[in-house]
């Protein structure tokens, strides 16, 4: 009986808990009992998510582009959406945009395809639209800033000297204080210039190692002079070599010579003229003392003299054809004797090979002015060569081309004009390299023979000793005035000197005289 007691006891007090809980499992059996087992096909799928509003936004809505060509900008987008962008111009194909699509946020950068100098208007709009949503759209309006001028990181310094009307530099040699001479012409009687005595002068500079003018010197007659070449002479003083054309002369006159002292004093001058018309375009040391000349006379001959160191002459010859010849550049070959880089428009005579118009002419010649060989090399366009240089393995001529026929490659491209050749030491052709300049006009070689630099309007070109381009370099900034680089000279294993003209006003030449002033720029390597 007290086991019964007790059942009864428990049973009581378990059953009075469970009422209590009723409502409680009976909730929970109910909603165990609805829930469809995660097997059953008819299981509907989970609810999606809210969607996220597409957005589009970029961090400017209106945004000035450089005005120098090549310098990078940017602005940002922000969005959750693919996204495309259209360019709009209002003028010519000025900018660049990239990149034109994208998905979410991202960088977009805007390049100046083209200098602004002198300042134009130029605008366009970047339209950036989002996918498939029309309405999720910017604009971006993109205007040019002005063009600043920015001399290239290698450029060591660069001056102009002259006056007011025009200066030209055509020719430079290092002198033996670590300067410059310089010589061309100029029709300027202020400024830099001294003195004219009409028309144009003859002017020699001499500058010290960082550009610095320390004389100017001016040579003439009421005619005009031109001086084209100038050498060093063995007292530190300098012999330059040109063209006297009298007042009532319209073509060369005669061929002239000024010979100063260290100090820029005039020690002598002369005038060489054997032909009725003779002029001289450059001048050497010679093997055995004295110097030689070379130019042209009567008859558009190419002319050789000989003088001595009072400027008498010695002998002279003649070379060529019945047509034009002339001799830009003369230099002595180390075994004896020089090489002559001229221009030939004949087709008889001493002129052999010739391949139409004006050739490239080559001669060797003994120390008595007998011709060794003699090679042409052209098209049958125009085809010139203005320097050369001598080196271990042959010669190397600086010019310009415009044939694509003969010797010159069909595949040159029509802006490959500046034109530079190697011959070996008898003036076989080794191989020719076409470079991006109007002109090629001279040469300079690196102190270990390995690479040739070729000078030419407003830039240089870098080449091997075997040809292959290197690098290509313009300075002066843009093209807004005519500018020519005659004369190329190495001063050390990494810096050269350039010489020649400009009319630019921008940059480096913001301070220029008027007219055209003659330019000088020193740069080190890299290009």
């Not at 001399?151 to 060591?156: A, E, F, G």
């Not at 180390?334 to 118009?357: C, E, L, Q, R």
Request: glycine share 12%; with cysteine.
């Amino acid at each position: 009986s007290s086991t019964i007691h007790y059942f009864c006891g428990f049973q009581q007090s378990t059953m009075k808990n469970i009422t209590k809980l009723l409502p409680v499992l009976t909730i929970l059996t109910l909603w165990a009992c609805s829930k469809p087992s995660p097997d059953s096909p008819d299981t509907p799928p989970d609810p999606p998510p809210t969607p996220t509003a597409p957005y589009l936004r970029a961090s400017v809505n209106q945004f000035t582009v450089s005005g120098n060509a090549g310098k990078l900008d940017s602005f940002l987008i922000e969005s959750n959406a693919k996204w495309s962008i259209t360019v709009v111009s209002n003028s010519t194909d000025w900018v660049s945009v990239s990149p034109l699509s994208g998905t979410g946020n991202g960088k977009v950068y805007v390049t100046s395809k083209q200098n602004n100098y002198p300042a134009v208007d130029r605008t366009a709009t970047a339209f950036i639209n989002a996918e498939n949503n029309a309405t999720h759209n910017v604009r971006v309006s993109l205007t040019q800033g002005s063009y600043v001028a920015v001399d290239p990181p290698n450029q060591l310094w660069s001056q102009l000297y002259g006056g007011a009307g025009n200066d030209r530099g055509y020719y430079a040699a290092a002198t033996t204080d670590g300067g410059l001479i310089v010589v061309g012409n100029t029709n300027s009687n202020n400024g830099d210039i001294p003195a004219n005595s009409g028309g144009k002068d003859g002017v020699i500079l001499k500058l010290n190692a960082t550009g610095a003018k320390q004389w100017v010197k001016t040579v003439g007659s009421a005619g005009e002079e031109e001086l084209y070449g100038v050498t060093v002479t063995p007292d530190g003083g300098y012999l330059a070599c040109g063209i006297m054309k009298y007042s009532n002369q319209t073509v060369y006159g005669s061929a002239y010579l000024a010979r100063l002292d260290a100090n820029g004093n005039l020690l002598w001058e002369k005038r060489i003229n054997t032909s009725p018309r003779q002029g001289a375009m450059a001048v050497t040391s010679a093997h055995d003392g004295g110097y030689l000349v070379a130019g042209v006379t009567l008859g558009s001959d190419l002319w050789i003299a000989k003088i001595d160191d009072s400027g008498n002459l010695l002998w002279e010859k003649k070379y060529g054809g019945f047509s034009e010849d002339i001799g830009y550049a003369v230099v002595k070959s180390p075994g004896g004797g020089y090489v002559i880089a001229a221009t030939s428009d004949s087709n008889n005579g001493d002129v052999v090979g010739a391949h139409g118009k004006r050739d490239a002419w080559v001669l060797k010649i003994d120390n008595t002015g007998t011709i060794e060989w003699k090679k042409t090399f052209g098209g049958s366009n125009d085809d010139e060569i203005w320097d050369l240089k001598v080196v271990p393995d042959g010669i190397v001529l600086a010019g310009f081309t415009w044939s694509k026929d003969g010797d010159i490659s069909s595949n040159r491209a029509f802006d490959e004009t500046g034109w530079l050749v190697k011959l070996d030491g008898s003036g076989n052709l080794l191989w020719q390299k076409y470079l991006r300049m109007t002109y090629g006009t001279s040469v300079a070689v690196s102190p270990d023979n390995k690479h040739y630099f070729l000078a030419g309007t407003s830039g240089v070109a870098q080449v091997d000793n075997q040809g292959n381009i290197v690098a290509q370099q313009t300075f002066g900034g843009v093209f807004s005035g005519n500018a020519m680089l005659y004369n190329i000279l190495n001063i050390s294993a990494t810096e050269y000197i350039v010489t020649g003209y400009t009319s630019k006003r921008e940059g480096s030449f913001s301070t220029n005289k008027g007219g055209e002033d003659i330019w000088v720029l020193k740069f080190k390597l890299p290009l």
